[in-house]
């Protein structure tokens, strides 16, 4: 099985178990949307609240700690062309803070797992041009992102994991 994420720790340490969750999301992210045997990649970083804050602050001028980033490297309608390539090619960059995984986990009571599972795909619907600025949108983008973690067992409210 091709591998379709390559993950950077930056100002936090590794840990084995957030690589795991962030792979088996990402493998059913590629499949469910055709790409699984393309040449693409995402770049997943992994961070701490200062880190976050100064990309967003950076590259959407926001100077506010958030959850998630997504840069994506292909307009909406350049993916599908994508599933031709022969050479390998970054899908995007998806950036998360741990921190606010564990804080979030927390406060909607369930899992610190279905949390940083809950950020991956919603960082991969971005890169794949997905939105929820308005409110169609957000329900197609919901749809998909629940769909993915109902495959994987992610599951709103599950029991908490320690």
């Not at 962030?22 to 949307?33: S, W």
């Not at 995007?92 to 599972?117: M, N, T």
């Not at 890169?127 to 973690?149: A, C, F, P, T």
Request: with cysteine; proline share 1%.
């Amino acid at each position: 099985m091709k591998k379709h994420t390559e993950i950077t720790y930056l100002a936090i340490n590794n840990h084995k178990a957030y690589s795991t969750i962030i792979d088996k999301v990402l493998t059913e992210c590629f499949k469910k949307e055709g790409l699984e045997n393309t040449e693409l990649y995402v770049n997943v970083i992994l961070t701490d609240p200062e880190n976050i804050k100064a990309m967003n602050a950076q590259y959407r001028h926001i100077n506010k700690e958030t959850d998630v980033l997504s840069f994506p490297m292909f307009d909406k309608n350049e993916i599908a062309s994508l599933k031709q390539l022969a050479h390998e090619e970054v899908l995007g960059d998806i950036i998360i803070s741990i921190e606010r995984v564990k804080q979030q986990a927390e406060e909607y009571g369930h899992s610190f797992e279905r949390e940083l599972a809950y950020m991956v795909v919603h960082g991969f619907y971005h890169l794949m041009g997905e939105d929820h600025i308005n409110e169609k949108d957000q329900e197609s983008m919901r749809q998909k992102e629940e769909h993915i973690l109902e495959i994987l067992h992610f599951t709103r409210g599950e029991a908490k994991k320690e």
